[in-house]
C-alpha cells in the first residue's frame, strides 16, 4: 500500500532532516478534524496542526466547499493586470480586521516571502521619502522570521537553524527583547547610535516561536513602539505564527494594543489548507509609494500572487473565525494544555512549562532528540514533534477534550513527569 513511499524516497529531499540517520517519513493516507490518519490505518490526534497552520481543523466542510467552488470558476489567474473577488474580498475583510490602518494587503505564497517583501516595503519607505541609508534591521534574540537568504539575517544566529551561513550575507542588529529597564535602555541606545542605517524592528509579538516558544510580556510590544517611534524607525510585527487567534486573541498585536507599520500574516490564513501569505502596511507606509513616478512603485510579484483558491480558502476560514466559536476554545485548550503539562515540570532535564493560548510548552535544558521522542508520541497515537529544547503543542481549535487529554498523556508518559504530579 506504501510502495510509493520507498519509490520515492531516493528522490525526496526532506526539511531541517540529516536523511541519512533520520527515521522514516510516517506514510499519510488522510486527515480529518485533528486526526491524522496513516497508511497503516493508525490514527495519530495532531499536536501541531502542521507547523501551525490547520487551526480549524483538517478537511473543514466550509472551507472545502470555498475551495471546491473556485477550483471550477478560476483555480488561477495572474495577479499582474487581473483582479478576481476572492482577493479583493480578502484584502477588504483583513483591514478590517487588523487594528489601526492597517489597511493595504500586498499578498504573496510563503511566510518568509511575506516577511522579504516587508523588508523591501521598509527599506523603500525610506528611500521614496529621500531618507539614504536606512537598510538594516533591528531583530530579536529568539526571534525566527523565516528560511530565505534574507530572512535569515534577522533570525537568531545561535537558537537559530541558519548558524552554518554566518557571513554569507549582510549582518544585522540581533539584540536582546527589551524585557526589563537594562535591555530597554541597551536598545534605546543602540537606536541612538544606529538608527540613521536602520530601516525597522522586526519582532514576533507575544511569543517567538520557531526560535523556542519564548513568551514575553504585552509591555515589551509598548515599548518597541514607544522606542520605534522616538528613533523614527519604523515596527514590523512577524505574526505568522501568532496570527488568527493562537495567542487567544485574532491578532497578538490587537490584543496588545499596539500597532505596527507593516504585519506579516501567514499559517493559518488559510486555515492551514493552501499557502498564502500577506504583507500589509499601514497608510503611512503604503503613501510613500503612491506617486506619480514609476521609480517609486514596488517592484515585487510572485507568479501566484493572491491564488484565487487560496484566497477562497482563506474567506472561508475567516467566515469561521466571524462565526467566534474559536475564543472559547482556544480558553478550554489553554486550560486543558495547563493542567495537562504541569506535572512535566518534575521531569527530569525540564526547567520550564509555560502555556500561552493554544500553545503549551515544555522546555528542557539541552536540545532534546526530537526524532526519538516523535517515534514515542506517534507510538501512543499522537503527532508531536519537538523543536530545539522544546516540546509543544499548538493543536488544532477543533480538538476534543479526550483528543487533548491524549496528547498530554502521551508528553507526561514520554517525559516521565512523577506519577504523583500526573
Ligand atoms: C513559519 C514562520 C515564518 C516562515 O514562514 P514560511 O511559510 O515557512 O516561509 C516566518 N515567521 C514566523 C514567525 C514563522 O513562524
Known amino acids: 500500500m506504501t510502495d510509493w513511499l520507498d519509490r520515492g524516497a531516493p528522490h525526496v529531499w526532506r526539511p531541517y532532516c540529516q536523511m541519512k540517520t533520520a527515521p522514516a517519513p510516517l506514510p499519510v493516507a488522510r486527515t480529518d478534524g485533528a486526526r491524522i490518519i496513516l497508511e497503516d ?35 488561477h489567474v495572474m495577479f499582474g493586470g487581473l483582479a478576481h473577488a476572492p482577493a479583493y474580498d480578502l484584502a477588504r475583510r483583513l483591514a478590517a480586521l487588523l487594528p489601526g490602518d492597517l489597511d493595504h494587503v500586498f499578498f504573496a505564497e510563503s ?3 511575506s516577511v522579504e517583501i516587508a523588508m523591501k516595503m521598509a527599506i523603500q519607505f525610506w528611500i521614496n521619502r529621500g ?20 530572512t535569515m539575517t534577522i533570525c537568531d544566529p545561535e537558537e537559530g537553524m541558519h ?17 526589563d529597564r537594562d535591555s530597554e535602555a541597551a536598545l534605546d541606545a ?55 487567534g493562537r495567542t487567544g486573541d485574532l491578532f497578538a498585536c490587537q490584543g496588545a494594543g499596539v500597532t505596527p507599520d507593516i504585519i506579516t500574516l501567514s499559517k493559518a490564513l488559510t486555515g492551514g489548507t493552501l499557502p498564502l501569505s500577506a504583507a500589509v502596511a499601514s497608510r503611512r ?3 510613500a509609494f503612491w506617486s506619480d513616478d514609476a521609480e517609486a512603485a514596488l517592484m515585487h510579484g ?20 466571524e462565526a467566534g466559536d474559536w475564543k472559547a476554545d482556544v480558553a478550554r485548550i489553554e486550560l486543558a494544555l495547563r493542567r495537562g503539562l504541569e506535572p512535566c515540570r518534575g521531569a527530569a532535564g525540564v526547567v520550564d512549562v509555560r502555556t500561552l493560548g493554544a500553545i503549551g510548552v515544555v522546555e528542557f535544558e539541552t536540545a532534546v532528540d526530537a526524532g526519538g521522542l516523535c517515534q514515542q508520541f506517534a507510538e501512543l497515537g499522537c503527532w508531536i514533534r519537538p523543536m530545539g529544547k522544546v516540546v509543544y503543542l499548538t493543536p488544532p481549535f477543533v480538538i476534543t477534550d479526550a483528543e487533548l487529554g491524549r496528547l498530554t498523556a502521551a508528553i507526561q508518559k514520554v517525559l516521565g513527569a512523577p506519577a504523583a504530579a500526573r
Open 302 to 321: 510572485p507568479t501566484y500572487m493572491a491564488n484565487p483558491l487560496a484566497c477562497a480558502a482563506a474567506g472561508a476560514s475567516l467566515d469561521l473565525f
Open 131 to 150: 531618507v539614504s541609508g536606512r537598510s538594516k534591521f533591528v531583530s530579536f534574540l529568539g526571534g525566527y522570521h523565516g528560511d530565505t537568504l534574507a
Open 190 to 244: 543602540l537606536l541612538a547610535e544606529k538608527g540613521y542605517e536602520i530601516a525597522a524592528l522586526i519582532v514576533e509579538p507575544r511569543i517567538q516561536g520557531a526560535g523556542g516558544m519564548l513568551i514575553h510580556d504585552d509591555e515589551v510590544l509598548r515599548r518597541l513602539r514607544v522606542l520605534a517611534d522616538r528613533h523614527e524607525v519604523l515596527l514590523i510585527f512577524d505574526e505568522i505564527f501568532t496570527g488568527f
Open 285 to 287: 507606509i503604503f503613501e
Open 41 to 75: 490505518g493508525r490514527e495519530l490526534v495532531d499536536g501541531i496542526a502542521s507547523w501551525w497552520t490547520a487551526c480549524h481543523g483538517y478537511n473543514h466542510p466550509h472551507i472545502a466547499k470555498a475551495v471546491a467552488d473556485q477550483l471550477v470558476r478560476a483555480p
Open 111 to 113: 511566510g518568509s516571502v
Open 163 to 179: 548558524s552554518l551561513f554566518s557571513g554569507v550575507m549582510p549582518s544585522q542588529h540581533v539584540v536582546a527583547l527589551p524585557l
